[in-house]
């Protein structure tokens, strides 16, 4: 039976890791955007930030090795669909030395 | 106008700048740069001053860094520094060159860009990729990356380049194509009798001399070497040596026959400077004769290396000769090498030195 209730269209929240904001002068560390799926907030992100996209995927493409991205709690992939008002964690792991 | 003299320092952990007025006896540092990422090569474009590092970041890929204030700012991009979807990634931007307007960036795994742009959008030179050896390079201890990179300074369509551990390789039509420049050179860790191939040697650096185009200096994994044929045909210049083995050569700003060498003491026993006490190797003759270089180097209990791209002169008389440590040791000549003093200590590993003269 078809619902009269509105479409859900709220917004998904995104959140940035410091790092990746201090790297595009004008980014913020909280985000709202329309996304259906990961790999679509990479592009909003990268549309805002020209760039940030190559900060999180590679051009297998695929996330980059060491960044993770949490989907309500649940590591992600690029494929992942975003839910209305999903919160995603855009996170780099540890590394380095 | 009075000049100032930069010392651009790559580390593990960003961009350092040296800086000092036309004495060179007094330096300034400033840094670190870039949020501290991997450098494997900080360049100045004299024509326009601007700084480029070269950049591979663990979490976030490669980048080639810009500022076109002398450091005070910087910005960073890798539009276009891709392979195609479905390839092996690009993990880090490791030579910059800047020739007649255009940027040229050599990155790992070994393939080569240009811009036109100053380094905000880049192009692939696809040919090197496509050349019929490709599938056979295999990586070096650093990977498989194009850390010479050498652009002809009077003809744009010539440039040579090397890879660890390809060796050189030469395109005379733009990059188009290419073939490989390594005949002479040893592959020492080859079967016996397979020592000279095609292709392959683990070429470490490679310079070419002013005002000579066809005059190059090659310090490879295995030997030391002089090409006076632009890289056809390549005669050992190591005797009088105290290795063969070593990374980094510099040229002279305006005599061919000068070369600077910084010999270690093998691959197998650490690759420090030989004996644990420093010297830089000088020929004044192409390679027939050299003198080492030790006053005001540490001649006791010193374990460090120098890598590939982290010795460079300057264009000022007399040039100035700088080296950059493993263990993030700064030391510089303002006298050809005569004597050297130590201006930077306690820096990250270096990768890279090099300079620019600015009018300031």
């Known amino acids: 039976m078809p619902s009269d209730a509105p479409p859900n269209t709220a917004p998904v929240i995104v959140k940035l890791s410091p790092l990746l904001v201090d790297l595009f002068p004008g980014s913020t560390r909280r985000v709202e955007m329309q996304a259906d799926s990961v790999m679509a907030m990479v592009r909003e992100l990268d549309r805002r930030w020209p760039g940030m996209g190559d900060r999180i995927c590679d051009s297998r493409p695929a996330i980059r090795k060491h960044m993770n991205i949490f989907v309500d709690g649940e590591r992600a992939s690029l494929e992942t669909i975003l839910p209305p008002g999903s919160e995603v964690f855009v996170l780099t792991a540890i590394s380095g030395g | ?360």
């Open chain 2, 1 to 360: 106008m009075p000049e100032q003299v930069l010392v651009l320092i790559g580390t593990k952990k960003g961009v350092f700048i040296a800086q000092s007025d036309a004495t060179r006896s007094s330096w300034e540092l400033r840094g670190p740069f870039c949020e501290t990422w991997p450098m494997q090569h900080v360049i100045g474009d004299p024509a326009t001053g601007t700084i480029y590092g070269a950049a591979g970041n663990e979490w976030f890929g490669p980048a080639v860094w810009k500022s076109t204030d002398l450091g005070e700012s910087w910005s960073h991009s890798s539009e276009g520094l891709a392979y195609e979807a479905g390839q092996e990634p690009i993990k880090a931007v490791w030579s910059l060159a800047a020739r007649n307007g255009r940027l040229y960036a050599g990155v790992q795994p070994a393939g080569l860009f240009f811009s036109d742009d100053a380094g905000q959008s880049w192009t692939h030179m696809e040919g090197l990729q496509k050349h019929p050896t490709r599938p056979d390079w295999e990586p070096g201890g650093a990977g498989l990356i194009l850390h010479s990179l050498v652009p002809d300074h009077a003809d744009p369509d010539r440039i040579w380049i090397g890879i660890s551990s390809a060796g050189v390789f030469f395109t005379g039509d733009g990059g188009k194509t290419w073939e490989p420049r390594n005949k002479g050179t040893r592959a020492d860790f080859m079967p016996e009798g397979q020592n000279y191939p095609e292709f392959g040697q683990c070429v470490h650096c490679l310079v070419q001399a002013p005002g000579e185009p066809d005059l190059l200096y090659q310090q490879n994994h295995c030997g030391m070497y002089r090409s006076a044929d632009a890289g056809k045909t390549w005669e050992s210049i190591e005797a009088g040596l105290p290795s063969s083995f070593g990374f980094p050569a510099a040229v002279h700003p305006r005599d061919p026959s000068t070369l600077y060498l910084l010999p270690l003491n093998g691959d197998i026993h650490g690759r420090f400077v030989p004996d644990a006490k420093a010297a830089v190797w000088r020929t004044r003759d192409g390679g027939k004769n050299w003198q080492d270089m030790r006053e005001g180097l540490p001649q006791k209990n010193a374990f460090f290396g120098v890598l590939r791209q982290a010795m460079a002169a300057d264009r000022m008389e007399p040039a100035g000769v700088y080296f950059g440590t493993s263990g993030g040791a700064l030391f510089a000549s303002n006298n050809e090498g005569d004597s050297w003093s130590c201006i930077a200590e306690h820096l990250p590993s270096i990768s890279s030195v090099e300079t620019m003269v600015v009018a300031r």
